[in-house]
């Protein structure tokens, strides 16, 4: 499922991920449309029954506060597909501030992380890199699951977030790009 601003293109970026019979909920951050309306795109070839709840919302105009959020986006920002997977016990940095239209000093980014194809079960930890990797889970998947979530993470001081895949196998990340919190 894809979910963005109605009458914008459809950009190329999932929201929501699944297989016939399951039943998955992801939290959506998605700006609205000039008519006040969001678009959800079902890309399956089946038909698939979809629940919205709406749980808050962003006032409009242009953020300049310190520590506002400003949407950007959805833009794919990492998509290990087209390299290689995430190891075993591994971090993989993707640079967020200064790079996708994120204004460089970023204070935290919010995207929607996605893990497919893992070889086993696990969980992938997002955190600022550079500083430790901290006892806590984002995003958790048995072997062959496609998974999603929303996630909010402060950046390094490099402007880069880590991504770490603590499982005893190899793992694809996806990351699209919701928005940041202004310096």
């Given at each position: ?24 909920p992801n ?130 001081p490099d ?25």
């Amino acid at each position: 499922m894809t979910a963005y601003a109605s009458g914008a293109a459809r950009p190329n970026a999932s929201n929501l991920n699944f297989s016939a019979g399951q039943t998955v909920p992801n939290l959506v951050t998605v700006p609205v449309g000039s008519d006040g309306k969001v678009t959800l795109f079902n890309s399956s070839s089946g038909t698939s029954q979809l629940i919205a709840d709406v749980a808050g919302y962003y006032l409009p105009g242009t953020p300049t506060a310190t520590g506002a959020f400003k949407a950007a986006g959805p833009t794919r920002i990492l998509d290990t597909r087209n390299t290689a997977p995430v190891a075993a016990n591994t971090a993989v940095s993707v640079q967020v501030a200064g790079a996708n239209g994120v204004t460089t000093g970023a204070l935290a980014a919010v995207f929607n992380l996605t893990v497919t194809s893992p070889t086993s079960f696990g969980f992938i930890t997002a955190y600022p890199n550079g500083s430790g990797l901290p006892n806590a889970s984002n995003l958790n998947f048995s072997a062959g699951q496609t998974v999603p979530n929303l996630v909010s993470v402060a950046l390094g001081p490099d402007g880069k977030v880590s991504l770490f895949n603590r499982s005893s196998g190899s793992a694809q990340l996806i990351a699209d790009l919701a928005g940041y919190f202004l310096p």
